[in-house]
């Protein structure tokens, strides 16, 4: 089996950490010293496996750490891509000893997690239609595909700092609706590995939704794009979208998107902009004036239009109050609004990439997201394989006398970990035990 070709290059130009690359740049070496282990593809993959991925601390989070008597984790479905991208589904493990033995021999290049279902999905022959799914955790795929109409910085599968606050918003939008609004607090979000994000919401309410009724919650964090793609809110919208655009999609969309994005750089995209004023003679004097040379920037103009509209509803009925869209916030809520995948939140049996796992085509770790730093979140500064594996490697090198530790406790990937334990299952499993104690003090009033 060759190597991805971004595993070659990372070879080649020896990823690992920065302090090693440094000492070996002034070491006058140019080669991984470690090359001839990571040979290909599939024995880095199965190095990771064996060394760094969180099994124990997934099967705790998957099954629930039996919490609730159940054994969720035996009856939850796992799909692996393998090289040349044979597909398996219907795997399903006894604890996270057996997954993880699995996976190690395997070496999938991609993990799935599925639902909970009635019985093992590896038993599915035996119970046929009895066996449906019955749980799984709320989801959502947020990928910057889906922004290609407003993002100027970046195309295909590239992304950057700039066209991150398009995730970053996205983030927040998702935490404060969920939270706000039903009452979700354990929200796991993971960086896709490539160019987006996935949230995963753990709590015992959310888990139980039904198709129709994740389609419910999912019709109400969603906003209809009609022509154009372009959002048109009312004046007056409802309070939720209201408090998100006050809170959220304004600040988000002055703060990053006007002026990294370029949004009203030029006459072609201040166009698209002009597109939602529906006062014609405001459109026209507007163009004119940055046609003149009014202003030399996105955020000046964007001030501008911001003012004359806001003047102009001020006028009552002679002015802007006749028009049934707010300008200011449909432009804001176009380009700043998630972009949701319905049928991966909607559908219980539908199957998402594993935390943790390794992107097969960049090579970076689809690590956790604080969404209190998500601002900060450098899709580049992720951890690679290689890099994570040469990490474990120059640990006793550059230190013979390192006290021997676990290997991810050696690597860029010990922050990401803590995070999940700390910020995410542990919390999580509080809330668990605490609704527990409140079931069976329930239970034993008279």
Not at 316 to 331: F, L, P, T, V
Not at 421 to 443: A, I
Request: negative net charge; aromatic residues 12%.
């Amino acid at each position: 089996v060759t190597a991805a070709p971004w595993f070659e290059l990372a070879l080649r130009c020896s990823a690992l950490h920065p302090q090693r690359r440094e000492a070996m740049a002034a070491e006058g070496e140019h080669e991984m010293d470690t090359s001839a282990i990571y040979e290909d593809f599939e024995a880095a993959l199965s190095l990771f496996y064996k060394r760094l991925f969180p099994f124990k601390l997934m099967h705790q989070w998957l099954g629930y750490n039996g919490v609730y008597g159940e054994d969720l984790f035996s009856r939850r479905e796992f799909s692996c891509t393998l090289a040349d991208d044979v597909y398996i589904r219907h795997l399903s493990f006894a604890d996270h000893d057996a997954w993880g033995q699995y996976v190690i021999k395997a070496q999938p290049r991609k993990i799935d997690i599925g639902a909970v279902y009635s019985f093992p999905p590896r038993d599915r022959a035996q119970y046929a239609a009895k066996n449906v799914p019955v749980q799984k955790e709320l989801v959502f795929d947020i990928d910057m595909d889906d922004y290609a109409s407003v993002r100027t910085c970046c195309e295909g599968k590239t992304i950057c700092k700039k066209c991150w606050a398009f995730m970053a918003t996205a983030i927040k939008v998702i935490r404060h609706a969920l939270t706000e609004y039903f009452g979700y607090h354990h929200m796991l979000f993971i960086f896709s590995g490539r160019r987006g994000v996935h949230c995963w919401v753990a709590d015992q309410r959310a888990r139980e939704l039904q198709d129709r009724e994740r389609r419910a919650l999912l019709d109400f964090m969603s906003i209809q794009l009609g022509a154009g793609n372009r959002a048109n809110i009312s004046r007056y919208p409802h309070p939720a979208l209201e408090e998100m655009r006050d809170a959220i999609i304004l600040p988000m969309f002055e703060d990053h998107i006007v002026d990294e994005q370029g949004v009203m750089d030029n006459p072609e995209r201040w166009a698209k902009v002009l597109e939602f004023i529906q006062d014609s003679e405001m459109k026209e004097a507007l163009e004119a004036h940055w046609t003149k040379g009014g202003e030399e920037s996105s955020t000046t103009r964007w001030d501008t239009l911001k003012a004359t509209v806001r003047k102009e509803k001020k006028k009552g009925s002679k002015g802007g109050s006749k028009y049934s869209n707010d300008a200011i916030s449909s432009i804001a809520f176009t380009y700043c609004y998630p972009r949701f995948d319905a049928h991966v939140s909607t559908a219980l049996n539908h199957l998402l990439k594993s935390p943790f796992c390794v992107h097969p085509s960049t090579g970076k770790v689809c690590v956790p997201i604080d969404p209190d730093e998500c601002d900060e979140f450098d899709p580049d500064g992720v951890p690679t394989l290689p890099q994570l594996l040469g990490e474990i490697d120059a640990y006793h090198k550059d230190d013979p006398d390192a006290p021997d530790i676990k290997d991810y406790k050696k690597t860029s990937l010990l922050p990401y970990i803590n995070y999940f334990k700390k910020s995410f299952l542990q919390p999580l499993e509080q809330r668990q035990r605490m609704d527990l104690r409140k079931k069976e003090e329930g239970s034993m009033s008279f």
